[in-house]
């Protein structure tokens, strides 16, 4: 069974307040709700965060289907990620945007996130290109790409 999504409609105590709208997905078994949107007071900005999150689901489409391609002409799938951080810095680079390079470092544990931080802050040229993209948006407290 798939998870659902569904519309969470908080009506806030004042009148003046309106209410707040936000989306939520569920596991068919119950549990925790995990929010796929803030909840928000105007349908403009709801429907601002559906853009973004169905940017995010084309873009993971985009690379599944290339998963798929590559599965079906039998080569290496692309989430075998290099060992070496120059390495993984090089793929990363290539990738060409923040989301794609957030995504590969975000999913690594945060010992490898913190070792590729290193090596990027200390040896890539940090003012220009991806290198000026990773330092402008690396949260060194939580070792994440924000």
Same mark, same amino acid.
């Given at each position: 069974?798939?998870?659902?999504?569904?519309?969470?409609?908080?009506?806030?105590?004042?009148?003046?307040?309106?209410?707040?709208i936000?989306l939520?997905?569920?596991?068919?078994?119950?549990?925790?709700?995990?929010?796929?949107?803030?909840?928000? $007071?105007? @349908?403009? #900005? /709801?429907?601002?965060?559906? !853009? +973004? *999150?169905?940017?995010?689901?084309?873009?993971?489409?985009?690379?599944?289907?290339?998963?798929?391609?590559?599965?079906?002409?039998?080569? $290496?799938? @692309?989430? #075998? /990620?290099?060992?070496?951080? !120059? +390495? *993984?810095?090089?793929?990363?680079?290539?990738?060409?945007?923040?989301?794609?390079?957030?995504?590969?470092?975000?999913?690594?544990?945060?010992?490898?996130?913190?070792? /590729?931080?290193?090596?990027?802050?200390?040896?890539?040229?940090?003012?220009?290109?991806?290198?000026?993209?990773?330092?402008?948006?690396?949260?060194?407290?939580?070792?994440?790409?924000?």
């Amino acid at each position: 069974m798939r998870a659902r999504v569904r519309m969470v409609v908080d009506h806030q105590k004042s009148p003046s307040q309106g209410l707040r709208i936000g989306l939520v997905v569920s596991s068919p078994e119950g549990g925790d709700l995990l929010w796929l949107t803030e909840p928000c $007071e105007a @349908p403009e #900005v /709801l429907e601002a965060q559906v !853009e +973004e *999150l169905q940017r995010g689901l084309k873009e993971l489409l985009w690379e599944a289907r290339a998963v798929f391609a590559k599965a079906a002409r039998g080569e $290496e799938s @692309p989430q #075998v /990620l290099p060992e070496r951080p !120059e +390495e *993984l810095w090089a793929l990363m680079e290539s990738m060409g945007s923040l989301e794609h390079m957030r995504r590969i470092f975000n999913g690594l544990d945060e010992a490898r996130r913190r070792e /590729l931080a290193d090596f990027i802050l200390g040896h890539v040229n940090v003012f220009k290109g991806a290198g000026a993209l990773f330092a402008q948006h690396y949260e060194e407290e939580g070792g994440v790409l924000g």
